[in-house]
């Protein structure tokens, strides 16, 4: 008999002798289970092993990995049977993420283009129709937008969604307009045109260029693609009358693009810490 087995009847038993807590939700405990197996060493786990781990019958293990992969707190490891901690479970641990060592590598850098520039600059990956921050940095600008690591920028509407879309496979950028149009969530006419246009001119830039006039705010952004589709994106961006449009395309844009590049290995030696 497996540990998993053996340990589900006595975990039973312990909660009908238990006087019952009305107020404590065990479904959602469980849930926190799975979660919980996840670690350093255990990047990567199968529902077998978080049986397992947690002593909970395979079927309920099934439902709670389904629910908690629709939820984005886990995800499919691209080409194995495994599963490993989801974009909504970084945002939700935006602090701890901050002791990891790739992001402490990659801050400085960061903060460094933000200096340089009296702008914000951020690094964050998708999360739905969202980029969801994983760090940010911001200059000595006169413009504090009120955003930190963890804030959900739209993916249609802003220069870090327009680079994650410019860099998927046509197949993928295809189904996400469509079910953004379906929605209402890819904007008019004009700004549906305006990603169209940065995207075709992403592979000549190497960065997508994003104006709000509306806000005098311009921004761009780079995608840093890693392998089995995996892609973060970084982006600079701040007042108008600091960043006009020639420097943004001349020198902040490919400033950035360089940065891009710079983090393509941080990040991927990341994965493996």
């Given at each position: 008999m497996s540990r998993a087995s053996s340990r589900a009847p006595k975990q039973d038993a312990t909660e009908e002798s238990a006087e019952p807590d009305r107020q404590?939700?065990?479904a959602l405990a469980r849930g926190l289970d799975i979660l919980r197996c996840f670690s350093a060493e255990r990047r990567m786990l199968g529902t077998t092993e978080l049986a397992h781990l947690t002593g909970l019958a395979q079927p309920t293990v099934w439902r709670?990995?389904?629910t908690l992969q629709k939820t984005g707190f886990l995800a499919a490891v691209p080409g194995k049977d495994k599963l490993q901690l989801g974009i909504a479970a970084i945002a939700l641990g935006g602090s701890a993420l901050a002791g990891q060592e790739a992001l402490d590598v990659i801050r400085p850098m960061l903060q460094a283009l933000a200096d340089r520039y009296q702008v914000a600059v951020a690094l964050g990956r998708r999360d739905g129709d969202s980029i969801v921050y994983l760090l940010r940095c911001q200059g000595?600008?006169?413009l504090l937008m009120n955003l930190r690591v963890g804030s959900r920028i739209p993916l249609f509407?802003?220069?870090i969604g327009w680079a994650y879309l410019a860099c998927c496979s046509a197949e993928e950028r295809d189904a996400l307009l469509q079910e953004a149009r379906a929605s209402g969530?890819?904007?008019?006419?004009?700004?549906?045109q305006a990603i169209a246009d940065a995207i075709a001119l992403y592979p000549e830039r190497g960065f997508v260029y994003h104006e709000r006039p509306?806000?005098?705010?311009?921004t761009v952004a780079a995608a840093i693609d890693l392998p089995a589709g995996e892609r973060y994106v970084v982006s600079c961006g701040g007042p108008a009358a600091l960043l006009p449009r020639a420097l943004m395309l001349d020198e902040a844009g490919p400033t950035l693009q360089q940065l891009a590049r710079e983090l393509q290995p941080i990040l991927l030696m990341g994965r493996h810490v």
């Open positions: 404590f939700v065990t709670l990995c389904h000595n600008s006169p509407h802003s220069a969530k890819a904007g008019d006419t004009a700004e549906q509306a806000y005098q705010i311009n």
